[in-house]
């Protein structure tokens, strides 16, 4: 017997179709239902992905004695996050507010009459364990405290709500006695020492931070850190560490130690993305360490097998955790990536399991529960005798050799992962909707990329993702987020509209000469801004006007996690629209952003890396004017503020002009002073 969610779209609802828990999805009539029927909601909030939802799932919620007293009692709804961002925003924070901490699974009470938390908790198990208490208890007193309690409750919702909206509207209380550079200053100092060193607990790679880090390097800025070096040991940890798969390429979305062995296995679009546009960074940036295009180049071979649908765009993500057997009842955490020692004799010659064990961390007695996470111990390049190793590792587990399995179906269920006749191991699942915002972060990952090595496939990759968005996305002329098997669906958030202009906008870098993908962010940018800006506070809102009639408060996000701020990109992608098109109207709508988020910017720059990237586009934005010969000898370099056009219409004897911010500086007459002038703005702020 299924429940209501057995129609839906998202392989993360579905997974929970089969609970005894009468789920409803988050609609109007869920909403109603609970009103009339006064009975509190119980949202839960998580994605496909998460080990730890998966784990509630197949316990509470498929609990009977749960499902039997939830069912009476509250009115249960689920929320896919990916599908619904600004949903889990808001009851995130109060989550946070209430607990000092967050996570998924994210499962909060609400009163029906107006949507207000007024208790929230993570993971829950059936039986009182880990200092936490059973379900069941916690149901039951929840309901009783709602019936009795109804004086606290509604002086603690009060206090919850006004926290919200006092978050939510962000009053400007900086005098801005602080000067930019000063800020800018900080912002770097900050972001740079959250990345220098994790002496405890969980390693993730927080690019937002690393991106702002390495931006800071172009300056001889004052500090307690050695900002090149720092941004290298990012670089190192991603590439050499158990985060990426040196067996299947792609990386892994964190490790569970401050050594970056061993990762949480899940495999998401966004954090490959990033990783790969930061890592193309540092090379041009003179950071050329082998082990950085030997990742890229795996990421891109992984994401072409695993990861591209037949119509060119990014599937979001691939579960941590999968089958040893199509008998197993369940999957385990690693199964399809880790090794045991006996397999790797079995595999390996004895010369290639000793070159193995000299080059990654390879024992007998393992490093994960017993079995074996790779992770590099030198630099440099890989022998040619360990990449063949690696290469009967990878058949091994995929049932052929890498250089003859080009694509590589998706299990979209636990269902298809038993029942397919793999010629290896069973995979993970993959969910393979697509979502705009992170395809987008891809595409600009492989922009850059293909920009630094001048890889014309990486271009190509980016460009037929992005053409799938510009031609499926728009339905009556309204930008979507999601795509579900060639239907698009939910409105696009904030998120979707800034990563995606970006997006375009490093099309365009790489590719100057075609003007299509200026013009196409244009146009979007004109929604953006018809529907999300916010004209009486500064920056954009988290969903547009029409479609946040559900929402207790209308967000404005510019707070980074694992992806960049919405508004932080937005503001930078303003300042790079008003310098490729000379229209002032966007450095004005970047500055009003700039003073909407100064204050948040300057009591707390360990939240907003992205804003400070923002401001260091507004204060040090260089346009270069040349022909196509020098801007493609431009590209290759680490200039993180500059825009390109190609021009024709120089002055006579000159080879380029170059202009910072509202000014040009004197014709460049030779390459030489080209560049020296190049390098003069990047680094003027």
């Known amino acids: 017997m299924t429940n209501r969610l057995a129609q839906a779209k998202s392989l993360y609802l579905r997974k929970h179709a089969e609970n005894p828990i009468d789920w409803w999805p988050w609609c109007d009539e869920a909403l109603a239902t609970a009103k009339a029927e006064n009975k509190p909601i119980f949202l839960s909030i998580g994605y496909s992905s998460c080990h730890w939802c998966t784990v509630m799932e197949g316990e509470a919620f498929s609990n009977a004695a749960i499902a039997d007293y939830m069912n009476t009692n509250f009115l249960p709804i689920k929320v896919d996050r990916e599908e619904r961002p600004d949903i889990d925003s808001i009851y995130m924070q109060a989550l946070q507010m209430m607990s000092g901490q967050g996570g998924w699974p994210l499962n909060t009470f609400l009163s029906p009459e107006d949507l207000v938390p007024f208790y929230a908790g993570t993971y829950f198990p059936v039986d009182p364990r880990y200092g936490r208490p059973g379900f069941l208890q916690v149901l039951q007193a929840l309901r009783r405290y709602y019936d009795t309690e109804k004086e606290d409750l509604r002086q603690r919702k009060a206090v919850i709500l006004d926290s919200l909206l006092t978050s939510a509207v962000l009053q400007n209380s900086d005098p801005q006695e602080v000067q930019e550079h000063e800020l800018l200053g900080k912002g770097w100092e900050t972001s740079t020492g959250i990345i220098t060193s994790n002496q405890y607990g969980n390693s993730f790679p927080m690019m937002p931070y690393a991106e702002l880090a390495l931006r800071g390097t172009r300056f001889n800025l004052p500090s307690r850190y050695d900002g090149k070096q720092t941004c290298t040991q990012r670089g190192l940890d991603l590439a050499l560490g158990g985060i990426y798969d040196h067996v299947g390429g792609g990386f892994h979305r964190y490790t569970v130690d401050p050594t970056w062995t061993v990762p949480h296995f899940e495999k998401m679009l966004y954090d490959n993305g990033q990783i790969v546009e930061y890592l193309a960074n540092l090379w041009s940036a003179g950071i050329q360490e082998p082990a950085f295009a030997r990742v890229i180049a795996g990421t891109v071979q992984w994401l072409q097998r695993e990861m591209i649908a037949p119509e060119g765009y990014f599937y979001a993500a691939q579960d941590a955790d999968s089958f040893i057997s199509a008998e197993a ?34 024992s007998s007695q393992g490093n994960f529960e017993g079995l074996n996470v790779l992770q590099r111990r030198n630099v440099g390049q890989l022998s040619a005798e360990l990449e063949t190793a690696l290469a009967k590792l990878f058949t091994a587990r995929y049932g052929d050799a890498p250089e003859s399995l080009k694509t590589f179906p998706p299990a979209r269920n636990n269902q298809e992962a038993k029942t397919h006749n793999w010629p290896g191991r069973i995979p993970s699942v993959t969910d393979t909707k697509m979502i705009v915002a992170w395809n987008s972060l891809m595409i600009s990952g492989l922009a850059r990329a293909s920009g630094v090595f001048q890889e014309p496939l990486y271009l190509e990759l980016a460009a037929q993702a992005a053409n799938f968005i510009l031609e499926h996305q728009f339905v009556d002329g309204r930008f979507h987020r999601l795509n579900y098997q060639g239907e698009a669906t939910v409105l696009a958030q904030s998120e979707d509209y800034a990563f995606f202009i970006k997006a375009l906008l490093d099309i365009q870098a790489c590719s100057p000469e075609n003007k299509q993908w200026l013009e196409k962010a244009i146009t979007i940018q004109e929604e953006f801004d018809e529907f999300l800006w916010s004209v009486e506070l500064g920056g954009y809102f988290n969903t547009s006007s029409d479609a946040s009639q559900d929402l207790i408060i209308r967000e404005r996000s510019y707070a980074d996690n694992a992806t960049p701020s919405a508004n932080g990109v937005a503001i930078a992608n303003l300042v790079r629209l008003s310098l490729l098109t000379d229209n002032l109207h966007y450095l004005d709508l970047a500055e009003q952003g700039l003073k909407a988020f100064r204050s948040i910017m300057s009591s707390a720059p360990q939240a907003c890396p992205s804003l400070f990237t923002a401001l260091d586009w507004y204060r040090n934005s260089t346009l270069i004017r040349s022909k196509i010969e020098q801007i493609k000898s431009l590209i290759p370099q680490y200039l993180p503020v500059a825009a390109f056009s190609i021009v024709s219409n120089l002055p006579e004897g000159s080879i380029a002009l170059v202009c910072q911010g509202l000014k040009c500086l004197a014709p460049a007459t030779s390459i030489e002073q080209m560049f020296q002038q190049v390098q003069q703005s990047q680094n003027r702020g």
């Open 329 to 362: 009842a369940e999957p385990e955490e690693g199964a399809f990536y880790v090794w045991s020692y006996s397999e790797l004799e079995q595999l390996l010659t004895p010369e290639e399991l000793t070159q193995l064990q000299q080059e990654f961390t390879v």
